[in-house]
């Protein structure tokens, strides 16, 4: 196999919010905008850093790494029209009865009353 990476890799690696201290220092400083199933935390920063966090009380492995997939292929789909800074996306309980498109919007909701896209930064 080549070096090259695959058109549709993730990569992320490095977009990763990466140590437990700065998800620490993120919750600590940033904002919040919570939704219905989810909590947006924001803190500006000069690049895209984001992270998960989806509770033991959310359900089993499977149901936290399902929900953890829709969240990070929605953010993947969503990244290039965001503003840089540091994002966590919390799950809530609720998340779990959640389809994947009502997560989507829960996503884009909670993104926009953050004025986090970058078309809504022009006046």
Avoid: C, W
């Avoid at 905008?33 to 500006?44: A, E, K």
């Avoid at 990070?72 to 498109?101: C, M, N, Q, V």
């Avoid at 989507?104 to 909701?109: A, H, K, L």
Wanted: without cysteine; positive net charge; charged residues 30%.
């Amino acid at each position: 196999m080549t070096g090259t990476a695959h058109p549709f890799r993730l990569s992320r690696r490095q977009y990763s919010l990466g140590k437990n201290r700065n998800y620490q220092y993120v919750y600590r400083k940033g904002k919040s905008f919570p939704s219905r199933h989810m909590v947006l935390i924001y803190l500006p920063y000069r690049e895209i850093r984001v992270g998960y966090s989806v509770s033991s009380k959310v359900g089993n492995a499977v149901v936290r790494n399902r929900i953890r997939r829709y969240l990070r292929e929605d953010f993947r789909l969503l990244r290039p029209g965001l503003k840089p800074g540091r994002y966590i996306f919390a799950a809530r309980t609720s998340a779990k009865e959640a389809a994947h498109g009502v997560l989507t919007g829960d996503m884009r909701q909670a993104l926009k009353r953050a004025k986090l896209f970058e078309a809504e930064q022009k006046p």
